[in-house]
């Protein structure tokens, strides 16, 4: 038996201006801005949330929990908020990495509290446990999904969604998926997960960025059976209308603290690779995951300091001078560009303390590593992982419902 997955068609509604998009996409510091033709684009996109002449319907009279944080707006209107209005039960908040607000550091624990505004009780997904519990979907009769996802592997909230997914289908819950675009959607590259590596940084066998939406993606746990009781699955994924993969999209909101502005997002499938090693890649300045440094001169000429801020608490190297490179006015690459990790190995003073061990977590494999050690070449390293890509591409094939 198959996973029940329904896909909601475009709506034959004429085609709703998108004003967030038109006033709230430009950001402060270097990078490309929005072409009259992006925003042209842009201005025709409706997200998944935006339908609700498409989903309202399946919330009326129901119990309702919802998996959101800052990003989960409505135009300029949370999601929590817009199903209040509209008299949507909801009984229940799921948090995720970074919490409801979106203040708290990478890896720092979320705790249980209770919303100021609504009072709705806020369940944090990113401390003791990040898996709904039975008893926390015991009195929920639907889960509705919507959080802003940048498209690398280790971005923790598609693994939320995977722990919110099994869950529900364990329980008999219905989901609900509210996509919205991936803005590293128009590339696929990196190794495959190694399932002996699999994490919370990496659940599934995909590659480090894999090129699909959260709603595409649900698809592919689901029919593909990567959460315990898959057969059971009630997924419903409301899609987007007039997105497509190669679409240029800003978010409006940043999706996490350290990823700051478009320039950021479309750097950090390669930069985040860095965490997994001596480097630092600009937490604790105004500019994170656009540079790169260690505490040497002979890393590079630019420097920079990094100071406890928002969503950096303590940073690494925190007030010691970094040597490196700053990435700000360079154009991010469309595949993951390895070359620069191996540049820096190849600079630092004492290479056998370059690597940690999330750097294999991170990319799903410890073959990049001891490639990296034994001299090989981006390009060498790429053909190494080419054959699992193209497999994985056929599979992508099978779920992609944009394009």
């Not at 990478?106 to 609504?118: C, S």
């Not at 937490?283 to 950096?312: I, L």
């Not at 469309?334 to 540049?343: F, G, M, R, V």
């Amino acid at each position: 038996m198959l996973p029940k997955i329904h896909i909601f068609p475009f709506s034959l509604k004429y085609l709703m201006v998108l004003s967030l998009c038109l006033t709230s996409c430009r950001y402060e510091g270097h990078g490309q801005r929005l072409t009259a033709k992006d925003t042209a684009v842009q201005s025709q996109l409706r997200l998944g949330a935006e339908r609700m002449e498409v989903y309202l319907s399946l919330l009326k009279g129901k119990k309702v929990a919802l998996v959101v944080n800052h990003t989960s707006m409505v135009g300029h209107i949370h999601l929590v908020d817009t199903l209040l209005s509209r008299g949507i039960q909801v009984e229940k908040i799921f948090a995720p990495e970074h919490g409801f607000r979106g203040t708290a550091d990478a890896g720092e624990h979320v705790q249980n509290e209770r919303d100021k505004q609504t009072l709705i009780p806020i369940v944090s997904l990113y401390g003791k446990n990040k898996k709904p519990r039975p008893g926390h979907l015991q009195d929920i009769d639907v889960v509705v999904f919507d959080m802003q996802d940048v498209g690398a592997r280790f971005y923790t909230y598609i693994s939320t969604m995977h722990y919110v997914m099994e869950a529900c289908a364990e329980q008999g819950k219905e989901i609900i998926i509210l996509d919205r675009p991936n803005p590293n959607g128009d590339y696929i590259d990196g190794p495959v997960l190694d399932p002996q590596f699999r994490s919370f940084v990496g659940m599934h066998p995909i590659p480090v960025v894999h090129g699909l939406t959260v709603g595409e993606l649900a698809q592919m746990i689901a029919g593909e059976r990567w959460i315990q009781a898959a057969d059971s699955c009630k997924l419903t994924v409301v899609k987007m209308e007039n997105y497509k993969h190669s679409m240029r999209y800003e978010p409006p909101v940043r999706p996490s603290p350290n990823l700051p502005n478009y320039h950021a997002i479309r750097w950090y499938p390669t930069l985040c690779l860095f965490e997994g090693t001596a480097m630092s890649v600009g937490r604790g300045t105004d500019f994170p995951f656009q540079v790169v440094g260690y505490p040497h001169p002979g890393m590079g000429s630019f420097r920079f300091t990094p100071h406890p801020n928002m969503g950096a608490k303590h940073p690494l190297y925190e007030g010691k001078t970094c040597y490196g490179l700053d990435l700000r006015k360079q154009a991010p690459p469309a595949y993951l560009a390895i070359e620069y990790i191996i540049d820096f190995y190849n600079r630092f003073p004492d290479k056998q303390q370059f690597f940690n061990r999330y750097f294999d977590t991170l990319c799903g494999t410890d073959q990049v590593r001891k490639q990296i050690e034994a001299g090989k070449s981006a390009a060498e390293i790429r053909r190494q992982w080419a054959k699992d890509l193209e497999k994985y591409k056929q599979l992508r094939a099978k779920y992609v419902i944009y394009d």
